[in-house]
């Protein structure tokens, strides 16, 4: 039941290129091999899944324990495959994700379906060691790989209409099975201030443990902002939409009272069926205190200043 | 016939106890062989409540299953399964008070009296113990009639077991939803037409 954990062990001899591989893997090994005939071949122009090549190491680090990526990868909240916290591991072993596109539309001036490679391939990919906060008092520290959203959203020139982002996650239920019982209002939706996305912290995810994103996780492309409870950092997007309007967003549709729009962590806030105060982190039996924006306080508190965070929980 | 032998037989009650233990000893020796996954608390806190209101569940059909089909033997495993019944809760509410609150007796009540699905929990774990208490011969004796009003606090503490859950659920009311139906047919029974049902009438009837 105990475990005692390695520490995570850091590799700083390495010169950091700045730039991702994206590789079309199984088509274009295959391409090579066999000959150029394939190239001629319709499936040949379909993407995999991405591959993470070199990324710069530990750009925001953490002088916390990493969690296990075990644990990580194996204690999951992602209702498309379930509502226990086993399921998305069990139930998204076959999901695939090649030739994944997503939606820019709303206040923008570059609308338009990307395709995943195209839309991070101009960035280099960054290691980010983050806590990740449950909203159910339970949390993690986790190496991502990402591109900062603000990077990103840049590229499609948001208007000066553009107040919001909204994301969704694909709905699918064949390949998604959890979303065949209507347990949230599917697609899973959620939303950010244009401030919120553009802040240096928010990153849009692609990979962890300097691996490619796991499908239990939020493959191939998911939200990560560190200082709001976890389920606020989306998986498996599909669409972002810049909007004037507070978009809907999943759990705040399933019980306002419980969950709101910012929904950012913090310890004088409870739930209103649990505390708020303590949290356990994965690895450990005993409950640590939680901190203010998840200890993120000094980089975004300046973004609430007009906020009465016991209002806009 | 076999069923009311084995009911009767010197053996019944030492399965019946082993079998209880079962859920006790896998859970141990999954910790001691990390199986309890990422969050290994959780998990013993979910499964030992799971078994408790299980149990519970098995102790309320005793009555309906002797009425049933005929066995008044069933009931020499009632006390049985209730005293595990509460074992388990106790096992929950330890491992709650322990790595929860780490045994802070000022936090613990604190949670008690601002979370209703706590109060609800803790309520139904201290009303069983007069039960666990009362549950011996010589206090059956002792009580007489008062003894049968006093253990009808089980049909309320099944109630608060049921609604514990339901209210710490976030989103899926699948499985606690399961355990009310379940409950409510032992409840119904008690009051309800079916009271005076048993297999053995309505075959004949046919």
């Known amino acids: ?49 991405l591959e993470i090549g070199d990324y710069k190491k530990k750009v925001i680090s953490l002088d916390e324990e990493i969690t296990e990526e075990e644990d990580a990868t194996s204690y999951n909240n992602f209702y498309e495959f379930g509502t226990g916290k086993e399921d998305p591991k069990k139930h998204s072993k076959r999901f695939k994700t090649d030739d994944w596109k997503i939606v820019v539309s709303g206040e923008c001036a570059k609308p338009g379906a990307y395709g995943l490679e195209d839309m991070v391939k ?9 806590r990740l906060r449950c909203v159910e008092a339970w949390s993690m520290v986790i190496p991502w790989l990402g591109i900062p959203l603000g ?73 990560v902002v560190p200082w709001k409870y976890g389920f606020k950092s989306i998986k498996s997007i599909v669409g972002i939409e810049f909007s004037e309007d507070q978009p809907l967003t999943s759990w705040n549709m399933a019980a306002p009272r419980e969950y709101g729009f910012y929904s950012n962590v913090n310890p004088e806030v409870n739930h209103p069926r649990w505390s708020q105060k303590k949290e356990r982190r994965i690895g450990e039996i005993f409950k640590r205190e939680t901190l203010m924006f998840n200890g993120y306080g000094e980089e975004v508190a300046a973004l609430y200043d007009d906020l009465d965070l016991a209002v806009n929980f | 016939m076999w069923v009311a032998t ?82 388990y809760g106790c ?23 601002e979370r209703p699905y706590i109060t609800l929990g803790f309520s139904a774990l201290m009303l069983m113990l007069p039960l666990a208490i009362t549950s011996n011969q010589a206090m ?38 399961i355990y009310a139906i379940i409950a409510l047919i032992l409840l119904v029974h008690r009051v309800g037409p079916m009271k005076r049902f048993s297999v053995k009438s309505f075959l004949v009837a046919r």
């Open chain 1, 1 to 49: 039941m105990i475990k005692i954990k390695k520490r995570w062990e850091i590799q700083e001899s390495e010169v950091t290129p700045e730039s991702l591989y994206l590789r079309r893997r199984e088509f274009m090994k295959a391409a090579g091999t066999i000959g150029g005939a394939l190239l001629l071949n319709p499936w040949a122009a379909a993407q995999a899944s």
């Open chain 1, 122 to 130: 101009p960035f280099p990919v960054e290691e980010r060691i983050y």
């Open chain 1, 151 to 223: 990077s990103i959203l840049n590229t499609f020139e948001p208007t000066s209409k553009a107040k919001y982002v909204a994301f969704k996650t694909l709905h699918d239920p064949v390949r998604m099975p959890g979303q065949q019982r209507s347990v949230l209002n599917w697609p899973y939706r959620e939303g950010l201030t244009i401030a919120e996305a553009m802040h240096p912290l928010t990153i849009l995810s692609v990979g962890m443990y300097g691996k490619t994103m796991p499908n239990q996780n939020g493959a191939p492309i998911r939200l």
């Open chain 2, 6 to 87: 084995a009911l009767k037989s010197v053996y019944a009650k030492p399965v019946v106890h082993l079998l209880c233990l079962v859920p006790f000893s896998a859970l141990l020796w999954a910790a001691f062989n990390d199986g309890l996954g990422a969050n290994p608390v959780e998990k013993l806190t979910h499964e030992t409540g799971d078994w408790t209101l299980r149990l519970l569940l098995i102790t309320l059909s005793i009555s309906p299953l002797r009425q049933w089909t005929g066995q008044a033997a069933f009931v020499r495993f009632r006390r049985i399964l209730g005293l595990y019944t509460f074992f």
């Open chain 2, 91 to 113: 096992c929950h509410f330890s491992i709650w008070f322990v790595a929860d609150h780490s045994l802070d007796l000022a936090g613990m009540i604190e949670d008690i009296v």
């Open chain 2, 140 to 177: 059956i004796r002792r009580l007489g009639k008062k003894w049968k009003s006093l253990h009808q606090l089980v049909y309320l503490i099944i109630s608060l077991g049921v609604l514990h859950f339901v209210w710490l659920v976030k989103a899926d009311y699948l499985e606690p939803t």
